[in-house]
């Protein structure tokens, strides 16, 4: 049985979305982009690495890349039991489980970046080759004359990511290396997500969810952060609304969609991190990464080829 998995902000690559807008795929999301100042057409087909960058423009971007590969895959037959997204990625599973129109999340989803790229400072920094509890722990010793550190991202065994302003991440970097992390990278972002220094953004993003309608989903979603199952419209939005300042609990919700079934692992959007980090929670799981029309008609035609571990990809 299939889940559908959705990549977050980091994942955008220039191109990633040509052969979608070519296609004439989900044209009335880049209309709306358009109107909210976003010229996301051009930026799918030709946008640079940088100009993708921003918050405000990866965002929409990746959430316009899901939701149309989603679209391929869904009519296409394939009948998922389950749909997870990394942070900005839960906009697309919750759009693909049918609980919010594709233009009410494209709508949300270019509020939630304009809101986290105004957030106040801070940074993030992924740290290799220690365990959860211990970065939790170090996190609470680096939290020192007021500053902030939190986990944000508990990703893969040994990949967590923490969050927070710029001195309490450069203290807990330190304490990392000293209990003997292999490495820890300061990541090119623009703001401590998912940390309670976003929780400004939040609570102004509040506002606009909860003037959107949501429905009951027809399949399961994991909310990331808490990486149990939602069931329901309401357990959805709970799950959208403590995501700015809640953490993603990737490692947590890759169990949730195996407890309810999911054997084959389908990534919608560019590249193939969430298929490298399922296998390594999972290391029996069959992943199918889909980047573009082609790559998911391949994918589709394929899928009698039961048991067979797949990476799919560079399709026109």
């Not at 209309?31 to 909210?36: D, I, R, S, V």
């Not at 051009?42 to 590969?69: D, I, W």
């Not at 947590?252 to 490298?276: D, I, M, Q, R, Y």
Request: hydrophobic residues 45%; glycine residues 12%.
């Amino acid at each position: 049985m299939a889940a559908l998995l959705f990549p977050g902000q980091g994942s955008q690559t220039p191109g990633m979305g040509r052969a979608l807008v070519q296609g004439g795929y989900q044209l009335a999301l880049l209309a709306l982009a358009e109107q909210g100042g976003i010229p996301l057409q051009r930026l799918l087909v030709t946008g640079t690495a940088e100009e993708l960058r921003p918050t405000e423009v990866a965002q929409p971007a990746l959430y316009y890349t899901g939701v149309a590969l989603a679209q391929i895959l869904l009519e296409g037959g394939l009948a998922p039991v389950a749909a997870a997204g990394h942070s900005l990625g839960e906009y697309c599973a919750v759009v693909a489980a049918g609980s919010l129109t594709a233009e009410d999340g494209m709508r949300l989803v270019l509020e939630r970046g304009r809101l986290m790229a105004s957030a106040p400072d801070g940074t993030m920094a992924a740290v290799l080759g220690l365990e959860l509890v211990q970065l939790e722990a170090l996190c609470q010793q680096a939290e020192t004359d007021g500053e902030c550190c939190v986990v944000a991202n508990d990703n893969a065994p040994g990949q967590v990511v923490v969050s927070g302003s710029r001195a309490g991440v450069e203290r807990l970097a330190e304490l990392a290396r000293a209990a003997g992390a292999r490495r820890v990278l300061p990541l090119n972002v623009g703001g401590a997500f998912h940390s309670p220094l976003m929780a400004p953004a939040a609570a102004a993003f509040a506002s606009q969810l909860d003037q959107v309608e949501l429905q009951e989903p027809g399949f399961a979603i994991v909310a990331g952060v808490t990486g149990t199952i939602s069931n329901t419209a309401a357990e959805v939005r709970a799950g959208l609304q403590s995501q700015l300042t809640g953490p993603v609990r990737w490692v947590a919700t890759v169990k949730a969609l195996a407890e309810v079934g999911a054997e084959a692992f389908w990534e919608c959007g560019p590249g193939t991190t969430l298929s490298g980090l399922s296998r390594r929670i999972l290391p029996t799981a069959e992943t199918i990464s889909v980047d573009s029309p082609a790559s998911a008609q391949r994918a589709l035609a394929e899928r009698p080829a039961a048991g067979e571990r797949a990476v799919l990809g560079g399709g026109a």
